[in-house]
Nanobody, 115 residues
């Protein structure tokens, strides 16, 4: 059974930082590309960042320079370091694991940026 479990969300003030984690089980983690998506109220889910199995990274324009995605294959975990947070970063953040046509979702973790 595949499980992706996100953690690290919460309430933070504008300009603050959070680090999200996503622990995977039931997959050969090192072979999967790992994504972070987010969905704000009333908006579609959008891709935020991706790290390939070989460690290449890519970011959406809205978070480039502020967010960093990384992975630890020994711990089957992907991270999203979020700095200089803005109110518009408020959303539920989801982890996604992808291997060719197979993909899996976590349950999401809420991030709220507010003073």
């Amino acid at each position: 059974q595949v499980r992706l479990v996100e953690s690290g969300g919460g309430l933070v003030q504008p300009g603050g930082s959070l680090r999200l984690s996503c622990a995977a089980s039931g997959i050969i983690f090192s072979t999967h590309a790992m994504y972070w998506y987010r969905q704000a109220p009333g908006k579609e889910r959008e891709s935020v960042a991706v790290i390939t199995s070989s460690g290449l990274t890519s970011y959406s324009d809205s978070v480039k320079g502020r967010f960093t995605i990384s992975r630890d294959n020994a711990k089957n975990t992907v991270y999203l370091q979020m700095n200089s947070l803005k109110p518009e970063d408020t959303a539920v953040y989801y982890c996604n694991a992808r291997y060719f046509s197979r993909y899996y979702w976590g349950q999401g973790t809420q991030v709220t940026v507010s003073s």
